[in-house]
């Protein structure tokens, strides 16, 4: 497929998704009457995965959520970056994956570095991981540093599943971020938290990341139009790799890294050296100039390149993922076929 790139007006893009350069995510009142530091700190094992075990293609408890306005017919594409103008901001994302049939982990150590240095981050979580780690997505949701997105719920694969499991995705992982929210707002009025306080943690999340970053047209349209951004990434730590160090993450990053970037890396227990790297790579992107923004902030700060195909470094280069993962919600360690290819040394400029 041939990618075409779009730069739109960041104050349309504003309008759409709800956002500008004073929205904030969380709530500095209820994360601090809810959370002691105790209660935040990394725990031993936390970032392993579990076993496989039998596929749990169960539903949240509820179905509903509320809905979100139906974006701009030009924003249906996939958000790789922004035009900054040249201002030094990079959006940090980290991906929060579960597949139906494993409970992964979670990398305290990524937070825990981000929440040290002050620094800005927008997370990715699946529907299922969320209800897997409830106090951890709880605390990530109310974390005024950062961001929550989707990243639909067992981790389907946007370029194999059809129309209804895509919504379904969809809709789970929205309907199981406002449980926890609800259950969020009840635990800070017993603490006597103020509603202005807790009306500041958003309903729903308005953006979406595609599994294995993976889409076709059909995806596009359908995450736009129930009102969700698809972003994508223009820098990849590299970090799924298990022969990644924090030394080749931070000498990636700093390779390559530009104004406007939308990073990706995972806190999962998937990533290879993410959360060693991060305090070293936060000090170094700093002493650059660099200032740590969530996704939102950066689409507000400038033009938002939007692509027509979802992709890692060269158009087409995702869709290998289809012979490999199938439909992406079980984990092929028992399947059959060839494994990823190894990705290029250098991204597409």
Avoid at 128 to 144: C, E, G, N, V
Avoid at 197 to 203: G, L, M, S, V, Y
Wanted: charged share 20%.
């Amino acid at each position: 497929m041939r990618s075409i790139h779009v730069f739109l007006p960041a104050c349309c893009l504003v309008f759409a998704l709800g956002v500008g350069t004073a929205r904030a995510d969380g709530s500095a009142a209820v994360f601090e009457a809810l959370w002691s530091p105790q209660a935040l700190a990394a725990q031993p094992g936390e970032r392993k995965s579990g076993r496989l075990g039998p596929p749990d293609r169960s539903p949240p408890e509820a179905t509903t959520f509320p809905a979100l306005p139906a974006l701009p017919e030009a924003l249906a594409g996939s958000i790789r970056r922004v035009n900054t103008h040249g201002e030094k901001l990079v959006a940090l994302t980290f991906d929060l994956c579960e597949l139906a049939d494993q409970k992964s982990g979670f990398d305290g150590a990524v937070v825990e570095a981000l929440r040290a240095a002050g620094a800005k981050a927008t997370f990715f979580a699946g529907g299922k991981w969320m209800r897997s780690h409830p106090t951890r997505a709880m605390q990530l949701m109310t974390d005024p540093l950062f961001e929550i997105g989707s990243h639909a719920w067992t981790h389907g694969n946007f370029g194999q599943l059809d129309t209804a499991e895509m919504r379904r995705q969809i809709a789970w992982t929205q309907a199981e971020y406002a449980l926890l929210r609800k259950k969020i707002a009840r635990m800070a009025r017993e603490k006597g938290v103020a509603e202005t306080a807790i009306a500041t943690i958003p309903a729903v999340p308005t953006l979406l990341r595609f599994p294995y970053g993976r889409c076709r047209p059909e995806a596009l349209s359908l995450v736009a139009s129930m009102g969700l951004a698809a972003i994508q990434w223009s820098l990849t730590t590299g970090d799924p790799d298990p022969h990644s160090t924090p030394e080749r993450i931070i000498k990636i990053v700093l390779d390559r890294v530009r104004p406007g970037d939308i990073i990706i890396g995972h806190a999962n227990g998937n990533g290879h050296g993410t959360g060693e790297a991060l305090p070293g790579l936060l000090t170094q992107l700093r002493k650059r100039g660099y200032r740590f923004v969530t996704v939102s902030e950066l689409l507000a700060s400038g033009r938002p390149l939007i692509a027509s195909d979802c992709y890692d470094f060269h158009p087409g280069d995702t869709a290998q993922y289809d012979r490999i993962f199938g439909d992406g919600t079980t984990h092929p360690r028992h399947k059959k076929g060839p494994r990823p290819q190894p990705r290029p040394e250098k991204p597409a400029q």
